[in-house]
């Protein structure tokens, strides 16, 4: 095609501004419904024949080019990358959706924005001429990319999208991957060895320290080992380093402060609303994210209840549209260390909440202070507080404005590179492998008898994979050699036995609580009084007695065992306060049991329930129907040692 006599003579009248394209780069002549898009010095040209009045040739833009397509698996999103020439000598890449581009009011100014000059403004419907260009542009040679909605891995192993856009990598079979969520970015600043020699060496000086590394690291290790979120919650006085162990752990993906815009980093708090955490959550997918002051999550816990839930199921609150139609969303799968004085459990209880065991393996509590310790750092690296004080600063000074967000890219590119060579399987294995040492030389080991085994497992799955993603930190250069298997083991080790001491369906825990069973007995000489609504006596062997609430029955004859009866309401009340009787009871072996409740169904949960001892015809000494906890007192000073 030629153009016009009088876009010939205009061209000639005018002149023209010379492209920035390279001359060998050839551009289209595009012809669609009457109208010819033809370049010409730097500009798209309209010859227009669909006119009434005859042939019209016009000045339509500067330069552009569409340069890619993608799409996403569900097709929902799709669009053009598109190349603008204007005055700077390199193009500016605008990411256009369908929804922007057949929309020609935004599409101009989006365009304008990033430099395109619009000649023919003036003209009718030249909005919808740059729509139609870029609409028919030539496909043919245009790269196919695949676009990407979240962030994290799109490909575990291969791909994976930073928040705000930036993309490591791209799928297995090559195809580049496009973020479309270019929103709150993520912040690097420095480089990888001074960021190991200011944070990751000092780091060596706290085996808490050491583990927010790991559960940072983990982050991005959940997706590709099928693990669920989990993470680590530091407690413990005030002004004993909780959050300079968060700081640190933050640093790894990016600054512990946007200035930007506040609280849409890594690290944030737990004053927000249930919105904020979930949005929150879900920018840092296959990373880390950081909640400080656990004791200021009255909104998130009035919205949601059990916080450790609202974390691990990894699905935010179900929202509807204006239509009646379900909302789009996204989850998360990541690490999260939280901080606060107090455990999640005992917060929680402060706010009327009972936090079941199921959900309490999910964030596992650590005491912020080593054993022997005065603050988070272990005995004997500083002599008085004011020094660790001064380490403490520094830290937070570094985390925030001098070494951050290069670890964690470093680490993701050794993931995908080591995947490219080795495949993904080679390093399940590997993470396997790591997983399977920590469990053998450093984690404590779980009692087959206890019901709640499984609880307590999940506890220390989520130590094997920290222990794993510092190994595999180490190995892939992203942590100095100064992070030994000792160091490494040595800190998880005490962190895992900080953890279990404080997890209710641990082996310490159901001990503590035998013990506190115990002492109630004893103190109260075998019959544990509590409440003042009930005035009945009744006859026990050798004594008569006021039963208020909880009585110590022993055995009928002298080979019976000793047997304690307590009221289920005296239990909960006023021997273990706060806690369901049934979370604490699936702690204990079968052996302890004496009750004689029927099982119920076929999923075998009557059998759990042997705790109960309810019948119409009491044994002499009990009330009747009334619901008591039964417990062979021998069986339970067997478990307190």
């Given at each position: 095609m030629t153009l016009s006599e009088k876009t010939i003579e205009k061209i000639r009248n005018e002149g023209g501004r010379e492209s920035s394209l390279d001359e060998e780069q050839e551009l289209p002549i595009i012809s669609n419904n009457g109208h010819e898009f033809v370049p010409k010095d730097g500009a798209y040209w309209v010859h227009d024949n669909k006119?009434?009045?005859?042939?019209?040739?016009?000045?339509?833009?500067?330069?552009?080019?569409?340069?890619?397509?993608?799409?996403?698996?569900?097709?929902k999103s799709r669009g053009v990358i598109v190349d603008v020439y204007g005055d700077d000598d390199e193009p500016q890449r605008v990411t256009l959706g369908m929804d922007v581009v057949t929309r020609p009011d935004r599409l101009a100014q989006t365009l304008a924005n990033a430099g395109l000059q619009i000649f023919a403004a003036s003209r009718q419907n030249c909005k919808g001429l740059i729509s139609e260009l870029i609409l028919v542009y030539p496909?043919?040679?245009?790269?196919?990319?695949?676009?990407?909605?979240?962030?994290?891995?799109?490909?575990?192993?291969?791909?994976?999208?930073?928040?705000?856009?930036?993309?490591?990598?791209?799928?297995?079979?090559?195809?580049?991957?496009?973020?479309?969520?270019?929103?709150?970015?993520?912040?690097?600043?420095g480089t990888l060895p001074e960021w190991q020699k200011e944070i990751a060496e000092g780091c060596l000086k706290s085996s808490r320290m050491i583990a927010a590394l790991g559960v940072s690291l983990a982050g991005a290790v959940l997706g590709l080992v099928d693990v669920s979120s989990r993470g680590l919650h530091f407690y413990g006085p005030s002004t004993t380093g909780k959050t300079i162990a968060a700081l640190?752990?933050?640093?790894?993906?990016?600054?512990?402060?946007?200035?930007?815009?506040?609280?849409?980093?890594?690290?944030?708090?737990w004053n927000s609303t249930v919105a904020s955490v979930e949005f929150h959550f879900t920018r840092n997918n296959s990373s880390l994210s950081a909640l400080d002051e656990l004791h200021l999550a009255q909104r998130v816990v009035r919205g949601m209840g059990d916080v450790s839930l609202l974390f691990g199921n990894e699905t935010p609150t179900g929202r509807g549209n204006a239509d009646m139609t379900?909302?789009?969303?996204?989850?998360?799968?990541?690490?999260?260390?939280?901080?606060?004085?107090?455990?999640?459990?005992?917060?929680?209880?402060?706010?009327?909440?009972?936090?079941?065991?199921?959900?309490?393996?999910?964030?596992?509590?650590?005491?912020?202070?080593?054993?022997?310790?005065?603050?988070?750092?272990?005995?004997?690296?500083f002599p008085s507080f004011a020094e660790s004080q001064i380490f403490v600063d520094r830290i937070r000074r570094v985390t925030e404005s001098e070494q951050f967000g290069t670890a964690g890219p470093a680490y993701v590119n050794a993931i995908i590179a080591f995947c490219r060579a080795n495949g993904i399987g080679a390093l399940r294995k590997k993470i396997q492998d790591y997983r399977e040492q920590a469990r053998r030389d450093w984690l404590p080991t779980i009692n087959g008898n206890l019901i709640a085994g499984q609880q307590v497992n999940e506890v220390l799955i989520s130590f094997e994979v920290f222990f794993a993603a510092l190994k595999l930190g180490r190995e892939f250069g992203v942590l100095p050699e100064s992070y030994t298997d000792e160091s490494i083991g040595g800190a998880i080790q005490s962190c895992a036995h900080s953890a279990m001491q404080e997890?209710?369906?641990?082996?310490?825990?159901?001990?503590?609580?035998?013990?506190?069973?115990?002492?109630?007995?004893?103190?109260?000489?075998?019959?544990?009084?509590?409440?003042?609504?009930?005035?009945?006596?009744?006859?026990?062997?050798?004594?008569?007695?006021?039963?208020?609430?909880?009585?110590?029955?022993?055995?009928i004859a002298p080979e019976e065992p000793e047997?304690?009866?307590?009221?289920?309401?005296?239990?909960?009340?006023?021997?273990?306060?706060?806690?369901?009787?049934?979370?604490?009871?699936?702690?204990?072996?079968?052996?302890?049991?004496?009750?004689?409740?029927?099982?119920?169904?076929?999923?075998?949960?009557?059998?759990?329930?042997?705790w109960i001892y309810h019948s119409p015809k009491p044994l002499p000494g009990l009330e009747p129907n009334q619901r008591y906890i039964a417990l062979k007192i021998k069986e339970l000073q067997k478990l307190v040692g």
């Amino acid at each position: 095609m030629t153009l016009s006599e009088k876009t010939i003579e205009k061209i000639r009248n005018e002149g023209g501004r010379e492209s920035s394209l390279d001359e060998e780069q050839e551009l289209p002549i595009i012809s669609n419904n009457g109208h010819e898009f033809v370049p010409k010095d730097g500009a798209y040209w309209v010859h227009d024949n669909k006119d009434a009045h005859g042939d019209r040739d016009f000045k339509l833009c500067s330069i552009l080019k569409v340069v890619g397509q993608f799409k996403s698996d569900d097709k929902k999103s799709r669009g053009v990358i598109v190349d603008v020439y204007g005055d700077d000598d390199e193009p500016q890449r605008v990411t256009l959706g369908m929804d922007v581009v057949t929309r020609p009011d935004r599409l101009a100014q989006t365009l304008a924005n990033a430099g395109l000059q619009i000649f023919a403004a003036s003209r009718q419907n030249c909005k919808g001429l740059i729509s139609e260009l870029i609409l028919v542009y030539p496909r043919a040679g245009v790269e196919m990319l695949r676009s990407a909605t979240v962030n994290g891995w799109v490909e575990p192993g291969f791909c994976y999208v930073r928040p705000g856009g930036e993309v490591l990598g791209c799928l297995s079979n090559g195809t580049r991957v496009i973020s479309l969520k270019t929103k709150s970015p993520d912040q690097s600043k420095g480089t990888l060895p001074e960021w190991q020699k200011e944070i990751a060496e000092g780091c060596l000086k706290s085996s808490r320290m050491i583990a927010a590394l790991g559960v940072s690291l983990a982050g991005a290790v959940l997706g590709l080992v099928d693990v669920s979120s989990r993470g680590l919650h530091f407690y413990g006085p005030s002004t004993t380093g909780k959050t300079i162990a968060a700081l640190a752990a933050v640093s790894v993906w990016g600054s512990s402060k946007n200035l930007s815009k506040p609280g849409n980093g890594h690290f944030a708090s737990w004053n927000s609303t249930v919105a904020s955490v979930e949005f929150h959550f879900t920018r840092n997918n296959s990373s880390l994210s950081a909640l400080d002051e656990l004791h200021l999550a009255q909104r998130v816990v009035r919205g949601m209840g059990d916080v450790s839930l609202l974390f691990g199921n990894e699905t935010p609150t179900g929202r509807g549209n204006a239509d009646m139609t379900g909302r789009d969303q996204a989850g998360w799968r990541e690490t999260l260390i939280s901080t606060g004085e107090i455990s999640i459990s005992e917060t929680l209880a402060k706010f009327g909440i009972e936090q079941s065991v199921g959900a309490e393996r999910r964030i596992p509590g650590v005491y912020a202070i080593p054993p022997g310790g005065r603050d988070i750092f272990e005995p004997g690296y500083f002599p008085s507080f004011a020094e660790s004080q001064i380490f403490v600063d520094r830290i937070r000074r570094v985390t925030e404005s001098e070494q951050f967000g290069t670890a964690g890219p470093a680490y993701v590119n050794a993931i995908i590179a080591f995947c490219r060579a080795n495949g993904i399987g080679a390093l399940r294995k590997k993470i396997q492998d790591y997983r399977e040492q920590a469990r053998r030389d450093w984690l404590p080991t779980i009692n087959g008898n206890l019901i709640a085994g499984q609880q307590v497992n999940e506890v220390l799955i989520s130590f094997e994979v920290f222990f794993a993603a510092l190994k595999l930190g180490r190995e892939f250069g992203v942590l100095p050699e100064s992070y030994t298997d000792e160091s490494i083991g040595g800190a998880i080790q005490s962190c895992a036995h900080s953890a279990m001491q404080e997890f209710r369906g641990s082996d310490w825990k159901m001990r503590s609580y035998a013990q506190k069973i115990l002492d109630a007995l004893i103190q109260k000489r075998g019959h544990f009084i509590v409440s003042v609504e009930s005035t009945k006596t009744v006859n026990v062997p050798d004594e008569r007695l006021d039963v208020y609430g909880c009585l110590c029955r022993f055995g009928i004859a002298p080979e019976e065992p000793e047997i304690a009866f307590i009221l289920t309401d005296a239990f909960k009340n006023s021997i273990i306060p706060r806690c369901s009787v049934a979370s604490i009871m699936r702690l204990f072996p079968a052996a302890c049991f004496a009750g004689n409740d029927t099982p119920k169904g076929k999923d075998g949960d009557g059998e759990k329930r042997k705790w109960i001892y309810h019948s119409p015809k009491p044994l002499p000494g009990l009330e009747p129907n009334q619901r008591y906890i039964a417990l062979k007192i021998k069986e339970l000073q067997k478990l307190v040692g």
